[in-house]
């Protein structure tokens, strides 16, 4: 069975300052794969950033970065710079290798207060 | 932006009606997946469709169904509305191992 905890309902942030979003996973198999998604208020999910389960380095993409623990099943996502444009919800999703779906947690609403 | 579109974007249905809700694929993928996404929850899994056969289902009923087409574009189909299937309804559009997956802006059904 695979599970993901997001357990910051809301998150604020300053404007210009950096913020960390918690995510932790349950799985079985050795080889998974971990997604970010933000989510505005349009509704359209929007990709930012992959980390696979064998990758050595932490997955770096442009603010956004992701702080993997393998040990402790942890894949948090830090925001470097906070804009206001980057008040959303933010999701947390899984891949089992070879699986069909997406696993999602239950997401982070964050808000950058100017 | 993506170029996945979905339509409509919005509707309401009586319960017990029958709807379709439609999503574009991006050009390159032959993968769409469908989720079904509550308020206040995250997306949950319905089912995919790899080269216009379906490659796996979520834990829904078989009144949710679904088709891809040629163009690798596809339709969920949902009978027999429950107040229940109330929701934002999101396809993404992919490489079949989710690379390069892109999301639709959804459709929002309200049953009443």
């Known amino acids: 069975a695979q599970k993901i905890t997001q357990t910051q309902p809301g998150m604020f942030v300053q404007e210009k300052e950096a913020v960390t979003l918690d995510c932790t996973y349950d799985?079985?198999?050795?080889?998974?794969?971990l997604f970010w998604y933000k989510q505005p208020s349009s509704g359209e999910m929007i990709f930012l950033i992959y980390q696979g389960s064998y990758d050595e380095q932490n997955a770096t993409e442009g603010r956004y970065s992701l702080n993997f623990q393998k040990a402790r099943k942890s894949a948090n996502l830090v925001i470097s710079a906070s804009q206001l444009g980057d008040s959303a919800m933010y999701f947390c999703?899984?891949?089992?290798?070879?699986?069909?779906?997406?696993?999602f947690g239950t997401g982070t609403r964050l808000t950058v207060i100017p | 932006e993506t170029g996945v579109t979905q339509s409509p974007t919005h509707l309401i249905k009586t319960r017990g009606q029958q709807v379709t809700l439609r999503c574009s694929s991006q050009s390159g993928h032959n993968t769409v997946s469908w989720y079904q996404q509550a308020l206040g929850q995250g997306p949950q899994f319905i089912f995919q469709?790899?080269?216009?056969?379906?490659?796996g289902r979520g834990n829904f009923p078989p009144r949710f169904s679904g088709l891809q087409f040629p163009n690798y574009s596809s339709e969920l189909n949902v009978n027999a509305l429950e107040l229940d299937d109330s929701a934002l309804y999101l396809c993404a559009s992919s490489h079949r191992d989710y690379t390069e997956a892109f999301f639709g802006q959804g459709t929002r059904l309200t049953v009443v």
């Open positions: 799985t079985s198999d050795q080889s998974y794969g």
């Open positions: 469709y790899y080269r216009e056969e379906e490659n």
């Open positions: 999703a899984m891949r089992q290798t070879g699986a069909n779906n997406l696993f």
